[in-house]
């Protein structure tokens, strides 16, 4: 398992501009500049909500999460994932992914509000928000604070959470992956876990949920964020079926493959081999042969049992490849018909057909 910071500067006031077509005077003119005053700030209008975010190296980052013309109902909702290094982090980000989420690896938190503009200017378009925040950041992780404090004052709804894990556990981890940890220097992993426990103390204190990996494989770690965030809809799976021809080899990404050559194949009648699969008259012949109709039966009634395995294991994604000799006649009109099933069941299914038209 794998695994974000600017400090904000005070508003300024906007000074007060002449009337179009009239000298400046005394009172339009910019008051002087206290001595040490930086010439290049630019002054803002004290009622905006925009505000300067200064890096460390001087450049500005607007920070404005509701400006006007964007209604507080377009701001999207927002999960901030921390947590130790090695504790799951990557693998709860990539879950909430396959839920929909807008999610963004080790960003500086001090990035976080432009991130939720954004996503406010987005039309709904990002509506939810993950972002992982981890001790990579170094010097900008103590800005989290004060962007979480800036989201607060805007009405942001947001949520942390923390992944926990045990010391041993941890160091089992580093070790197999034969990786550092990430603040240990020249110390060994234990002196790393321990400074990054003590960094993120409060942070852990603060968290809306803590979810403790220790004895956790990936699959339950989905399970558990799946149960957090998937609502009451069951998470979504989504197929592909793909028809192919035997003779131009296998597909490499295939998770299950069927064999259509046990049923007659179309080529050998003369009237039905220019046309392909997707010919009504073809697909007719394929699914009148003997044993056609009763196996799209009984695999799709095993599709089903597989598909609520694969939920269950956190799998979101599955290839059912239907092959014949040519990939033209049999496996594209099988193909299709086992897509419809699995639409109707309520599976989110695309339908390729990798070597029609190869002949």
Known sequence: MTEHDAQPTPERDQAPTAEP???????????????????????????????????????????????????????????????????????????????GWFVVDNLPPALIPTMVELGARSQGNVARIAVVVDVRGRRFFDNLRESLADLASRNVTRRIVFLESSDDALVR????????????????????????????????????????????????????????????????????????????????????????????????VPELRPFTGLNEEVSSYVLNQPGAKEFLDRYAELLQMIAAGYRREGKRYVTIAVGCTGGKHRSVAMSEKLAARLAAEGVETVVVHRDMGRE
């Open 173 to 268: 981890r580093f070790e197999s992956v034969r990786r550092p940890h990430p603040l240990q220097g020249d110390g060994r992993i234990v002196d790393g876990i321990a400074a990054e426990r003590e960094l993120l103390r409060e942070l852990r204190g603060d968290a809306d949920l803590v979810i403790d990996t220790s004895s956790l494989n990936v699959h339950e770690l989905r399970a558990k964020m799946d149960a957090q965030f998937a609502g009451e809809e069951e998470p979504e799976l989504r197929a592909t079926v793909m028809s192919f021809g035997f003779k131009y080899g296998l597909p490499v990404d295939a998770d299950l493959v069927v064999d259509m050559r046990f049923l007659p194949n179309p080529h050998w």
């Open 21 to 99: 077509g009239r000298a400046p005077t005394a009172a339009s003119q910019p008051a002087p500049r206290e001595s040490g005053e930086d010439p290049t700030q630019h002054p803002t209008d004290p009622h905006s909500t925009q505000h300067d975010t200064r890096h460390e190296d001087g450049a500005q980052v607007s920070t404005d999460v509701t400006p006007p013309g964007i209604p507080e109902a377009a701001i999207p909702e927002l999960v901030i994932i921390s947590g130790m290094s090695g504790a799951g982090r990557s693998t709860a980000a990539k879950c909430l992914e396959d839920l």
